[in-house]
């Protein structure tokens, strides 16, 4: 339980100046772990270790395959779970354990270096930069990016886009580096590396390295980074060395005086070898007996007694506010998505698909046999803008999932500003084709004047909308290897389900049109074509004896003049107002959309809940019984932590606060 403290309005000078100490940003960050440990159910995926990570300092983490590296780095940044054991933060002497706060203060750059291919690197720290510095001009954020581009040496490459595997861009080492500096833009005081330099050739590691050392000694940064098979420059790059088995902790010390730890057991570095070679040569082929390890492992400073869980004045879990985060996303994602605009292939395409349809319904008339032609017509143009909506928008999630949970959850922005400038901007290439395509294809077929072409690119519009729509519910609700095959039965249903080619009172499922949102677009597309400028169609064909659909009008009582009803009632379309048809488009339309992002938005909750419960869970096992890692909770306070203790108390905080039991 938690005593009883005064309120913060009586708050003594005493408490004050301490509250107002501890509130205050640790200058510096050191990282401590004892006996640290991780298993995923029964299997043990670290050891127990010890280890420390002084601030200014390069901490190089080396083992075999399945030591645990990348294990650790997570559990140091609390990215991951801690099973047993303790972890903790100082600055200077001050002793922190883990919050919220302090995790703004803690980066980790990930192996897997995602990032924008269509933006330059100035580019792509700019953004990061206007998203994620607080209270800062432009200007500021903007010299903020230039320091960053300077001391991580990208003046080379600062104008020239990332590329991709399928566009030339930077280099690897560049790319590596740029990914530091989008982390590093805050100002964190821990920053983790997971592999920084694999897939490098020995020179461009140096210089990623090297970066980190300069990053580490100008901005007083601790760096821990795991590394593979290094140089020895490299190597000798890095303060000191945190070697890892199977069994844990083999050394732990400066990197220069490694060797010389092994060779004092008989274990002298073969001249063939560079140091770090053989560091890993013994440790692969387990050639330090048991005796020996424990010889070498030396004995750890002693565990503080008591810990402070820091905590921000600020509530404000965002940078900026979502205005700002709309305005800078439609900045970067129109960057994006600009050179698919006008992109000369898909101006090709949708032109020759203009030309092709326009060929085929070319200069349509108004007789009885142009009528089948003008239906099937109506159906044309807004099914060809039923497909490149709806499979162009399935892999909006999967191609930008890891950026977009990486950018989550450092509190980047919000995921609606996201979903709303993401999806509306893809728009804006199909709004573009498609009114290259309708206009083609209404000019050749003769299908009326203005007012219809007008009502054609709304029914037009109204399809790409609703089908992008109903791409994102996919996209949000199924995983990646399934997506084309229910995108694929999803269209054949649409397609067939119409009506057009067998009547929906011949088929055993009549009611599935309802379902259909092409049922209604199609519905829409013929009251377009057909009801719009009250056009009627001259009885007969050029087969005398083919007979008529529409005996009515055609027959000897009849008037010669097919009208649009007679029409709409012949392909069973009677029922469909346009009122209706446009209100059951919407309807699909907005169910699909906020569905879609619902779906997203527990997709992504429990992605970020599973990384907290990880560490919460950690904490609250621990809080106990030595652990000295306490969950979070949202109060903006300091906490003392009594090691080992079931009690903690907290000054500066209302009477009010201190009955929750932090534990």
């Not at 983790?192 to 897939?199: R, V």
């Not at 677009?521 to 719009?532: D, E, H, K, P, R």
């Not at 779906?599 to 599973?610: D, E, F, G, T, V």
Request: hydrophobic content about 45%; proline content about 4%.
């Amino acid at each position: 339980m938690v005593g009883s403290g005064p309120k913060v309005g009586a708050m003594t000078s005493k408490h004050a100046d301490k509250y107002d100490e501890l509130a205050q940003a640790p200058a510096t960050l050191s990282v401590h772990w004892r006996k640290l440990s991780v298993s995923f159910g029964e299997t043990r995926a670290l050891a127990a270790c010890s280890g420390d990570v002084e601030n200014g300092e390069v901490v190089a983490l080396m083992g075999s395959s399945g030591s645990g590296k990348t294990t650790l780095l997570n559990a140091l940044s609390r990215r991951g779970p801690i099973t047993k054991g303790m972890v903790w933060y100082s600055d200077g002497d001050r002793n922190l354990s883990w919050s919220k706060s302090l995790k703004k203060l803690v980066a980790y750059v990930e192996q897997d270096d995602h990032c924008s291919a269509h933006l330059t690197v100035r580019e792509t720290l700019y953004y990061a930069a206007r998203l994620r510095l607080p209270k800062a001009s432009v200007a500021e954020k903007m010299r903020v990016v230039d320091e960053m581009i300077d001391l991580l040496r990208l003046s080379s490459a600062a104008d020239t886009k990332v590329g991709s595997a399928l566009s030339r861009g930077i280099s690897g080492g560049e790319r590596k580096r740029l990914m530091v500096g989008q982390e590093m833009l805050t100002k964190p005081k821990l920053l983790a590396c997971d592999e920084p330099t694999s897939g490098l050739d020995s020179t461009i590691a140096a210089v990623v390295v090297e970066a980190l050392r300069d990053l580490a000694a100008k901005q007083n940064v601790a760096i821990v980074a795991s590394i593979h098979q290094p140089s020895s420059r490299i190597f000798l790059l890095f303060d000191r060395l945190v070697l890892l088995d199977r069994e844990g902790v083999v050394y732990r010390g400066p990197t220069a005086t490694a060797t010389d730890a092994f060779a004092a057991f008989g274990l002298p570095c073969p001249p063939a070898f560079s140091a770090p070679d053989w560091l890993l040569e013994v440790v692969v082929n387990d050639k330090l007996g048991t005796d020996h390890r424990e010889s070498i492992y030396y004995e750890d400073t002693p565990v503080p007694t008591k810990l402070i869980e820091y905590r921000a004045k600020s509530r404000d879990n965002y940078s900026v506010p979502a205005t700002e985060q709309v305005r800078v996303l439609f900045a970067r994602t129109w960057k994006e998505v600009w050179p698919s605009v006008f992109e000369l292939n898909s101006i090709m395409l949708h032109l020759g698909n203009g030309i092709l349809a326009g060929g085929m319904w070319f200069q349509l008339g108004y007789r009885e046999r142009d009528i089948w032609p003008r239906l099937t017509l109506a159906f044309a143009i807004p099914i060809t803008w039923v497909f490149y909506p709806l499979l162009s928008s399935l892999m909006v999630v999967p191609s930008n999932e890891v950026i977009l949970k990486k950018e989550l959850s450092t509190n980047s922005y919000k995921l609606g500003a996201w979903f709303i400038v993401t999806t509306t901007t893809l728009l804006t290439p199909m709004f573009v084709q498609s009114l290259i395509h309708v206009s083609l294809v209404f000019a050749l077929s003769n299908l009326g004047n203005f007012v219809v072409w007008l009502a054609i690119y709304g029914t037009t519009t109204l399809a790409l909308l609703c089908y992008q729509s109903i791409g994102l519910f996919f996209s949000a609700a199924l995983p990646a290897s399934r997506l084309t095959t229910a995108a694929m039965l999803y269209v054949t249903f649409c397609f067939l389900f119409t009506g057009l080619f067998v009547p929906l009172r011949d088929t055993p499922i009549p009611w599935a049109a309802a379902l259909n949102p092409m049922f209604y677009v199609l519905g829409l597309s013929v009251f377009a074509v057909f009801g719009i400028n009250g056009r009627k169609f001259r009885c007969g064909n050029d087969i005398e004896d083919e007979g008529t659909d529409f005996p009515t009008s055609c027959d000897e009582d009849g008037d010669g003049n097919i009208a649009a009803v007679e029409i709409f009632k012949e392909y069973g379309l009677d029922r469909l107002s346009p009122g209706i048809c446009v209100g059951a488009i919407l309807a699909f339309l907005i169910t699909s959309r906020v569905a879609a992002f619902i779906i997203l938005k527990r997709r992504m909750n429990a992605h970020l809940l599973q990384q907290s419960e990880l560490t919460d869970a950690s904490s609250s096992q621990r809080a106990a019984g030595g652990g000295g890692l306490l969950p979070d909770d949202d109060d903006d306070d300091v906490v003392d932590i009594e090691i080992g203790a079931t009690t903690s108390s907290r000054e500066g905080v209302s009477a009010d606060e201190d009955e929750k039991d932090v534990t």
